[in-house]
């Protein structure tokens, strides 16, 4: 028998079993619409940490004190203050000895001391209570890749000087900073010389290290807050670490057990957040996976009961000559076109889905979420269709098999 006509077969078994099949074809595609819209939110989450990081540098490490004192690994200026706490024991704070016992590792390409703390910042006649970071001009610009609204980056020549962020220059007071403006900072007067953009460390105060201690309650020259590595490249990120830790346990005399010190890096902490968002996904969609095990179920049953009411029709054309391998083709095509169908409507409405739902997650998940992640990619189409026929397929091939082996006079005889 020839594919075309046993296709035509098995599209009219399908046609001629309305309510069932489509009862059948219901299962999988509530199934397929869930593993699809599942799988693409999993993708617009992965975009959009992936996007997160895109502004960041990851070769930038950071040293803090305390081994669970280490806030951020994002460097100077991009967190809210930059840096870890300056409030820390004698035996936990960072020191220039710290910085001296690392210039022997060669991955490293810039380091520096950074502190930050409260301080009180007026400007006409208005005063709000600010985290201000204190930076190494001789480096800080090589190790911070942020955007500028107006004005520049700190210069090594620069002393009560501050580069501000968008909200304290543009909403903070009633009237709007600009550069070459002179605010006060615990009553020393700062002027400013550059404006970072929307989104890149929006409340940051950012000024010479030197300038900073002294408008930083209980700071100290010579002791920081944390210090700020920027490495040759990526690869080198881990490799640099170990090397880290491994000199600061010698040069502060302590054990593994007992350090006091954390080292983070940014590249680590995008790829933990990549593996717990793939983790997430899989495991949602091997829950959605449940409904298409549902939906093959229903397969077997329909296919199961399609061969009872065809027992008549499968007697007389295996008496005119048709053979088992034909029977059984005709209703593994009839599995395969319910799995079809279900596989192709299931994609529309895991399209629906993904375009209604992934917008409204990605204002949850962060502002770098774009409309862009919110379409299906082809693989997942052809993912989707083909599991579903696949599923068919297995779930009919023993009906079908049962069909095949049917001898003539039996099922001629079926009531």
């Known amino acids: 028998m020839r594919f075309k006509t046993s296709l035509k077969l098995a599209t009219n078994i399908l046609l001629h079993s309305k309510i069932r099949s489509w009862l059948t074809i219901i299962g999988i595609v509530i199934g397929v619409a869930s593993v699809v ?25 950071t040293i803090t004190p305390g081994y669970s004192g280490a806030q951020s690994s994002m460097g100077p200026g991009r967190g809210e203050g930059g840096g870890g706490a300056t409030t820390t024991t004698d035996e936990d704070e960072l020191t220039d000895k710290d910085i001296i016992a690392l210039r022997s590792i060669e991955e490293i390409e810039y380091m520096y001391g950074q502190i930050s703390g409260k301080a009180d910042v007026e400007f006409t ?8 970071t204190g930076v190494d001009t001789q480096v800080w610009k090589y190790t911070s890749e942020m955007d500028y609204d107006s004005g520049r980056a700190l210069e090594p020549s620069d002393n009560y000087v501050a580069v501000i962020g968008y909200n304290v ?29 929307d989104g890149e460390s929006n409340n940051a105060v950012i000024m010479p290290i030197d300038a900073a201690i002294n408008v930083i309650d209980d700071a100290e020259k010579d002791v920081y807050g944390s210090i700020v590595i920027k490495v040759e490249d990526e690869d080198v990120v881990e490799s640099a670490v170990e090397d880290i830790e491994s000199n600061l346990l010698i040069s502060r005399h302590v054990a593994e057990k007992d350090r ?36 093959a179920v229903g397969i077997a049953n329909t296919m199961f009961t399609s061969v009872m009411e065809k027992t008549k029709e499968i007697g007389t054309m295996k008496a005119i000559g048709a053979k088992n391998r034909d029977i059984m083709m005709i209703f593994v095509m009839n599995s395969a076109l319910v799995g079809f169908v279900g596989g192709f409507l299931g994609i529309v409405l895991g399209e629906i889905v993904s375009r209604v739902v992934i917008p409204m997650s990605g204002l949850q998940i962060g502002r770098t979420a774009t409309s862009s992640a919110t ?33 003539p006079v039996d099922a001629l005889r079926y009531e």
């Open 260 to 295: 006091d010190f954390s080292v983070t890096d940014s590249k680590s902490q995008m790829d933990g957040v990549s593996d717990m968002v793939s983790s997430m996904t899989f495991f949602l969609g091997a829950i959605a996976g449940v409904s298409l095990l549902v939906g």
């Open 37 to 61: 819209s599942i799988v693409a939110l999993g993708d617009a989450m992965t975009e959009s940490v992936e996007s997160s990081f895109e502004d960041m540098d990851l070769t930038i490490i």
């Open 375 to 407: 379409g299906l990619s082809p693989e997942l189409i052809i993912l989707g269709i083909g599991l579903a026929m696949l599923i068919g397929v297995i779930s009919g091939v023993i009906p079908a098999y049962s069909a095949s082996k049917m001898k």
């Open 125 to 132: 006649g208005e005063t709000a209570s600010l985290s201000v």
């Open 169 to 197: 220059a543009n909403e903070l007071f009633d009237q709007p900073i600009g550069v070459n403006r002179v605010i006060t900072i615990e009553d020393r007067s700062v002027r400013v010389v550059g404006i970072l953009e």
